[in-house]
C-alpha cells in the first residue's frame, strides 16, 4: 500500500467550509480558550479553529499531511502544527486548562475517549465518531460507559451525513461533547470501582452482594427497573458495595 492510500482508508476527511462551520456552530469554543485538535489532516477544521480559539495545537500523525497543514498556516501566529501520533502525546503538559476538538480516525476511538477522560486536562472536548459508539458510550449495560461514567458527562449533539466525508464512510457519524465532572469515585477506590464494573455487566449481581445486601442497595439506590439505570443510581450501588464490603 503507498503512502497515499495508506492516508487515504486512516482517516475520513470533511473538507467543505460550509459543513466545517456548521459542525463548529455546535461547539462552545472562544477566543480565550487554548484548544487541541486531534488528527488535523490538511488542516481543513484548523484552519476554523484558530479564530475561534486563543491558540490551537493540532496534532497530525502522518508527517506527509502536518507538512501541509503547516504550510497552509505559515501566516497564522496561533497555530502548532505537532507532527506526532495522538496516542503518544503528553496532554498533561504545562498548567493551563485547555479543550478539545478532534475528527478522529473512527477504529482509534475507544482508545481517544479513553485518553481524554484518563490522561488529559481537557474540560470540554468535541469528536466526531461514529453513532453506533456514540450509543455505547451512553449504554449504562456496558463495561465503558460505566468506566467514565464516573469522570465525564457524554451527549450527542449533531448527526453528520456520510456525504460530508471524502473518503464516504458506509456508517453515519455524530458530534459528540465529553464534559469533564467532579470524579464520582476516589482514586484509592477506582480499582474496587473497575471490579464492581465488570461483574455488574456481566449480571454476578452475588458475587458481589449477598441477597439481602442485593435488595437493600437496590431500594437505595430507587431502582425500579435493571434495566434502565441513572449514573446516579450506578453510583449508589457501588457504595453500597463498598460499605458491604467494608
Not at 476527511?13 to 488535523?40: H, M, P, V
Not at 488529559?120 to 458510550?137: N, Q
Amino acid at each position: 500500500m503507498n503512502k497515499n492510500n495508506e492516508i487515504r482508508f486512516s482517516q475520513n476527511f470533511i473538507t467543505s467550509k460550509e459543513n466545517i462551520k456548521e459542525i463548529l456552530s455546535y461547539t462552545n469554543f472562544d477566543k480565550e480558550d487554548e484548544l487541541i485538535e486531534l488528527g488535523c489532516g490538511k488542516g481543513h477544521f484548523t484552519k476554523e479553529l484558530v479564530k475561534r480559539g486563543k491558540f490551537v495545537t493540532a496534532i497530525e500523525k502522518d508527517h506527509q499531511l502536518s507538512l501541509i497543514a503547516q504550510e497552509s498556516m505559515n501566516n497564522v501566529a496561533n497555530i502548532q502544527i505537532v507532527n506526532k501520533d495522538i496516542l503518544e502525546y503528553d496532554f498533561l503538559i504545562g498548567s493551563k486548562p485547555y479543550k478539545i476538538f478532534g475528527n478522529i480516525p473512527f477504529n482509534l476511538s475507544t482508545k481517544i475517549v479513553k485518553i481524554i477522560a484518563y490522561k488529559t486536562k481537557a474540560t470540554v472536548s468535541y469528536l466526531i465518531v461514529e453513532k453506533g459508539f456514540s450509543k455505547r458510550l451512553l449504554n449504562n449495560k456496558r463495561t465503558l460507559a460505566l468506566l467514565l461514567l464516573p469522570t465525564v458527562n457524554i451527549e450527542i449533539l449533531k448527526s453528520i451525513p456520510n456525504f460530508y466525508f471524502h473518503p464516504k464512510p458506509n456508517i453515519t457519524a455524530v458530534l459528540i461533547k465529553i464534559k469533564r465532572i467532579e470524579t464520582k469515585i476516589s482514586r484509592k477506590d477506582w480499582k474496587l470501582y473497575e471490579n464492581f464494573v465488570r461483574k455488574w455487566v456481566n449480571k454476578e449481581y452475588y458475587s458481589l452482594f449477598t441477597k439481602n445486601q442485593f435488595n437493600k442497595a437496590m431500594k437505595h439506590a430507587k431502582v425500579t427497573s435493571l434495566e434502565s439505570l441513572t449514573a446516579e443510581q450506578i453510583i449508589s450501588i457501588f457504595n453500597s458495595y463498598k460499605l458491604f464490603r467494608n
